[in-house]
C-alpha cells in the first residue's frame, strides 16, 4: 500500500542555515514524487518533481531533492534558507492504478525560519 | 497561468445546513479533485472527477457529494454540515493521462460549521 511519511512536523532555522526536510515513502510499484509548498494563506504549488533519470532534482527557490530508492527516501534540502521560506511543504506520492492514478500526500512539515 | 479559484475564502455555516463549495479552473485540465486539509493530516482526497459528469469517491467520501456539470468547474456538497466537518478545503486541477502530471491548486475554502 501506498503511504508518505514526513518524519518532521516542525523544523525551526535560522536565516541562512541549511535545511533538510525528510520524506519517505512506501509502494510497491514505481512511483513519481512530488514536493509542494503551502505559503500562508494560500493554496499549494509545486516545488520540485521527480520522474525519472537523476536522482537529484532541482526546483524553484534555490530547493532541490534526492531520490533515494534504496532508502525509499525523497528529502528535500536547501543549503540557505530565507525568511521568505516560511511554510508548510508537503511531500506526495503518486502512482498507476487501475482506471487512473492516485497521489498521497504526507501530513507536511511546518518550516519555520528564524532571523 | 494556470488559475484554479474557489468561491469562497472564508465560510460560517449552521449544523445541517447544505453548503456547496464551488470551484472552477481556467486552463481546460480534465481532472479535478477536492481535498481536505486539517493538521497533522495533510491533505485527505474527497473526490475527484476526470472528466464532466463522471466523479470518483476518493479516500473519505462521507457526508460529501460532489457534481461536474461542466468541464472547468467541480462543485463539492455538503449535504447536511456537520461539526466535525469545520476543516479548510482544497480544490486542485491537472491534464488527464500520467500521473505525473502536478496538480493546480486554489487558495482554499476555510469552513467552519457551528
Known amino acids: 500500500a501506498q503511504s508518505v511519511t514526513q518524519l518532521d512536523s516542525q523544523v525551526p532555522v535560522f536565516e541562512e542555515a541549511p535545511v533538510e526536510l525528510r520524506c519517505n515513502y512506501s509502494s510497491s510499484v514505481s512511483v513519481y514524487l512530488f514536493w509542494y509548498v503551502q505559503y500562508p494563506n494560500q493554496g499549494l504549488q509545486l516545488l520540485l518533481k521527480?520522474?525519472?533519470?537523476?536522482?537529484l532534482v532541482k526546483g524553484i527557490n534555490g530547493f532541490e531533492a534526492e531520490f533515494n530508492k534504496s532508502q525509499t527516501s525523497f528529502h528535500l534540502r536547501k543549503p540557505s534558507v530565507h525568511i521568505s521560506d516560511t511554510a508548510e511543504y508537503f511531500c506526495?506520492?503518486?502512482?498507476?492504478?487501475?482506471?487512473?492514478?492516485?497521489?498521497?500526500f504526507g501530513a507536511g512539515t511546518r518550516l519555520f525560519v528564524k532571523a | 497561468d494556470v488559475k484554479v479559484t474557489q468561491s469562497s475564502r472564508y465560510l460560517v455555516k449552521r449544523t445541517g445546513e447544505k453548503v456547496f463549495l464551488e470551484c472552477v479552473q481556467d486552463?481546460?485540465?480534465?481532472?479535478m479533485f477536492w481535498y481536505r486539509q486539517d493538521p497533522g493530516l495533510g491533505l485527505r482526497l474527497i473526490y475527484f472527477?476526470?472528466?464532466?459528469?463522471?466523479?470518483e469517491k476518493g479516500d473519505i467520501p462521507e457526508g460529501y457529494s460532489v457534481s461536474r456539470e461542466k468541464k472547468e468547474r467541480f462543485s463539492l456538497i455538503l449535504e447536511s454540515a456537520s461539526t466535525n466537518q469545520t476543516s479548510m478545503y482544497l480544490c486542485?486541477?491537472?491534464?488527464?493521462?500520467?500521473?505525473?502530471?502536478?496538480?493546480?491548486f486554489g487558495p482554499g475554502t476555510r469552513l467552519t460549521v457551528l
Open positions: 486542485a486541477s491537472s491534464f488527464a493521462g500520467s500521473s505525473y502530471n502536478e496538480q493546480f
Open positions: 472527477s476526470y472528466d464532466v459528469k463522471m466523479k
Open positions: 506526495a506520492v503518486s502512482e498507476g492504478v487501475t482506471g487512473g492514478f492516485k497521489t498521497i
Open positions: 521527480y520522474l525519472s533519470g537523476s536522482t
Open positions: 486552463m481546460d485540465h480534465e481532472n
